[in-house]
């Protein structure tokens, strides 16, 4: 040491401080030959498609980056361009994979966010990114209850059938509105039996030619009409 100073004629101080100033320099070299730059940090992804996506893109930079950095190609560098390539084939297998899957659940609420769109944390919980809907309400019923059908319907009372008076087109025409439809079970207030009974009697009426399809009127030419009349 004190011969290459004396021979430099510089202190020993001076030395140090230079051979300081080239470990820093290859420390930083190195570095910057085994690391990218620093990339934005991406947005907090909501799903694992989010996930992946965020990965290839990070890998593609990198890639980028290191295309750019041509003169630090060593063992390392190909080491981790190894290594990234085999993490992308990987990312894009899952993701590819989780196509199909991801997104496309029936059942699956969640809520709809916009691109570029800031939340504080409190709202990247799952009750805010998946909210719970109450359940439908029941829908109202259709006509009476049990009970009070019972307590209203002729047929039911009197033990009698609807199809026995098929051939009777008033009678079929006292079940039917002005547009030829059947009248729910909230206007006839019938049980169900019976309400699908008077369907079926209408419907055959309707094949025999006694009752009309579009009106509450008999057809032409049947049983109840003259001259475009009825009795």
């Known amino acids: 040491m004190s011969i290459l100073s004396r021979s430099l004629?510089?202190?020993?101080?001076?030395?140090?401080?230079?051979?300081?100033?080239?470990?820093?320099?290859?420390?930083?070299?190195?570095?910057?030959?085994?690391?990218p730059t620093p990339t934005p940090t991406p947005t907090i992804p909501l799903n694992a498609r989010d996930v992946i996506y965020d990965t290839l893109s990070f890998l593609k930079s990198q890639e980028e980056v290191s295309q750019k950095d041509g003169s630090s190609i060593n063992s390392h560098h190909d080491f981790s361009n190894q290594s990234r390539v085999g993490s992308e084939d990987r990312a894009r297998k899952m993701l590819s994979g989780l196509s199909g899957s991801v997104g496309n659940k029936k059942n699956e609420r969640k809520r709809e966010f916009d691109d570029y769109q800031s939340l504080p944390p409190h709202l990247l919980t799952k009750p805010h990114i998946y909210p719970s809907?109450?359940?439908?309400?029941?829908?109202?019923?259709?006509?009476?209850?049990?009970?009070?059908?019972?307590?209203?319907?002729?047929?039911?009372?009197?033990?009698?059938?609807?199809?026995?008076?098929?051939?009777?087109?008033?009678?079929?025409?006292?079940?039917?509105?002005?547009?030829?439809?059947?009248?729910?079970?909230?206007?006839?207030?019938?049980?169900?039996?019976?309400?699908?009974?008077?369907?079926?009697?209408?419907?055959?009426?309707?094949?025999?030619?006694?009752?009309?399809?579009?009106?509450?009127?008999?057809?032409?030419?049947?049983?109840?009409?003259?001259?475009?009349?009825?009795?």
């Open 9 to 35: 004629n510089f202190p020993i101080s001076h030395l140090s401080i230079i051979r300081q100033s080239r470990s820093q320099f290859h420390s930083t070299s190195f570095i910057q030959s085994s690391t």
């Open 133 to 231: 809907y109450p359940n439908p309400t029941k829908p109202p019923l259709v006509g009476p209850t049990k009970s009070l059908a019972k307590s209203l319907d002729p047929f039911f009372l009197s033990h009698s059938d609807p199809l026995d008076h098929t051939l009777n087109p008033h009678f079929s025409l006292s079940f039917i509105d002005r547009l030829g439809r059947i009248l729910p079970r909230s206007r006839t207030g019938l049980t169900r039996r019976s309400q699908r009974r008077i369907g079926k009697m209408v419907r055959r009426a309707r094949s025999m030619g006694l009752v009309s399809k579009f009106v509450n009127l008999p057809s032409v030419g049947g049983y109840g009409y003259e001259g475009g009349y009825m009795r």
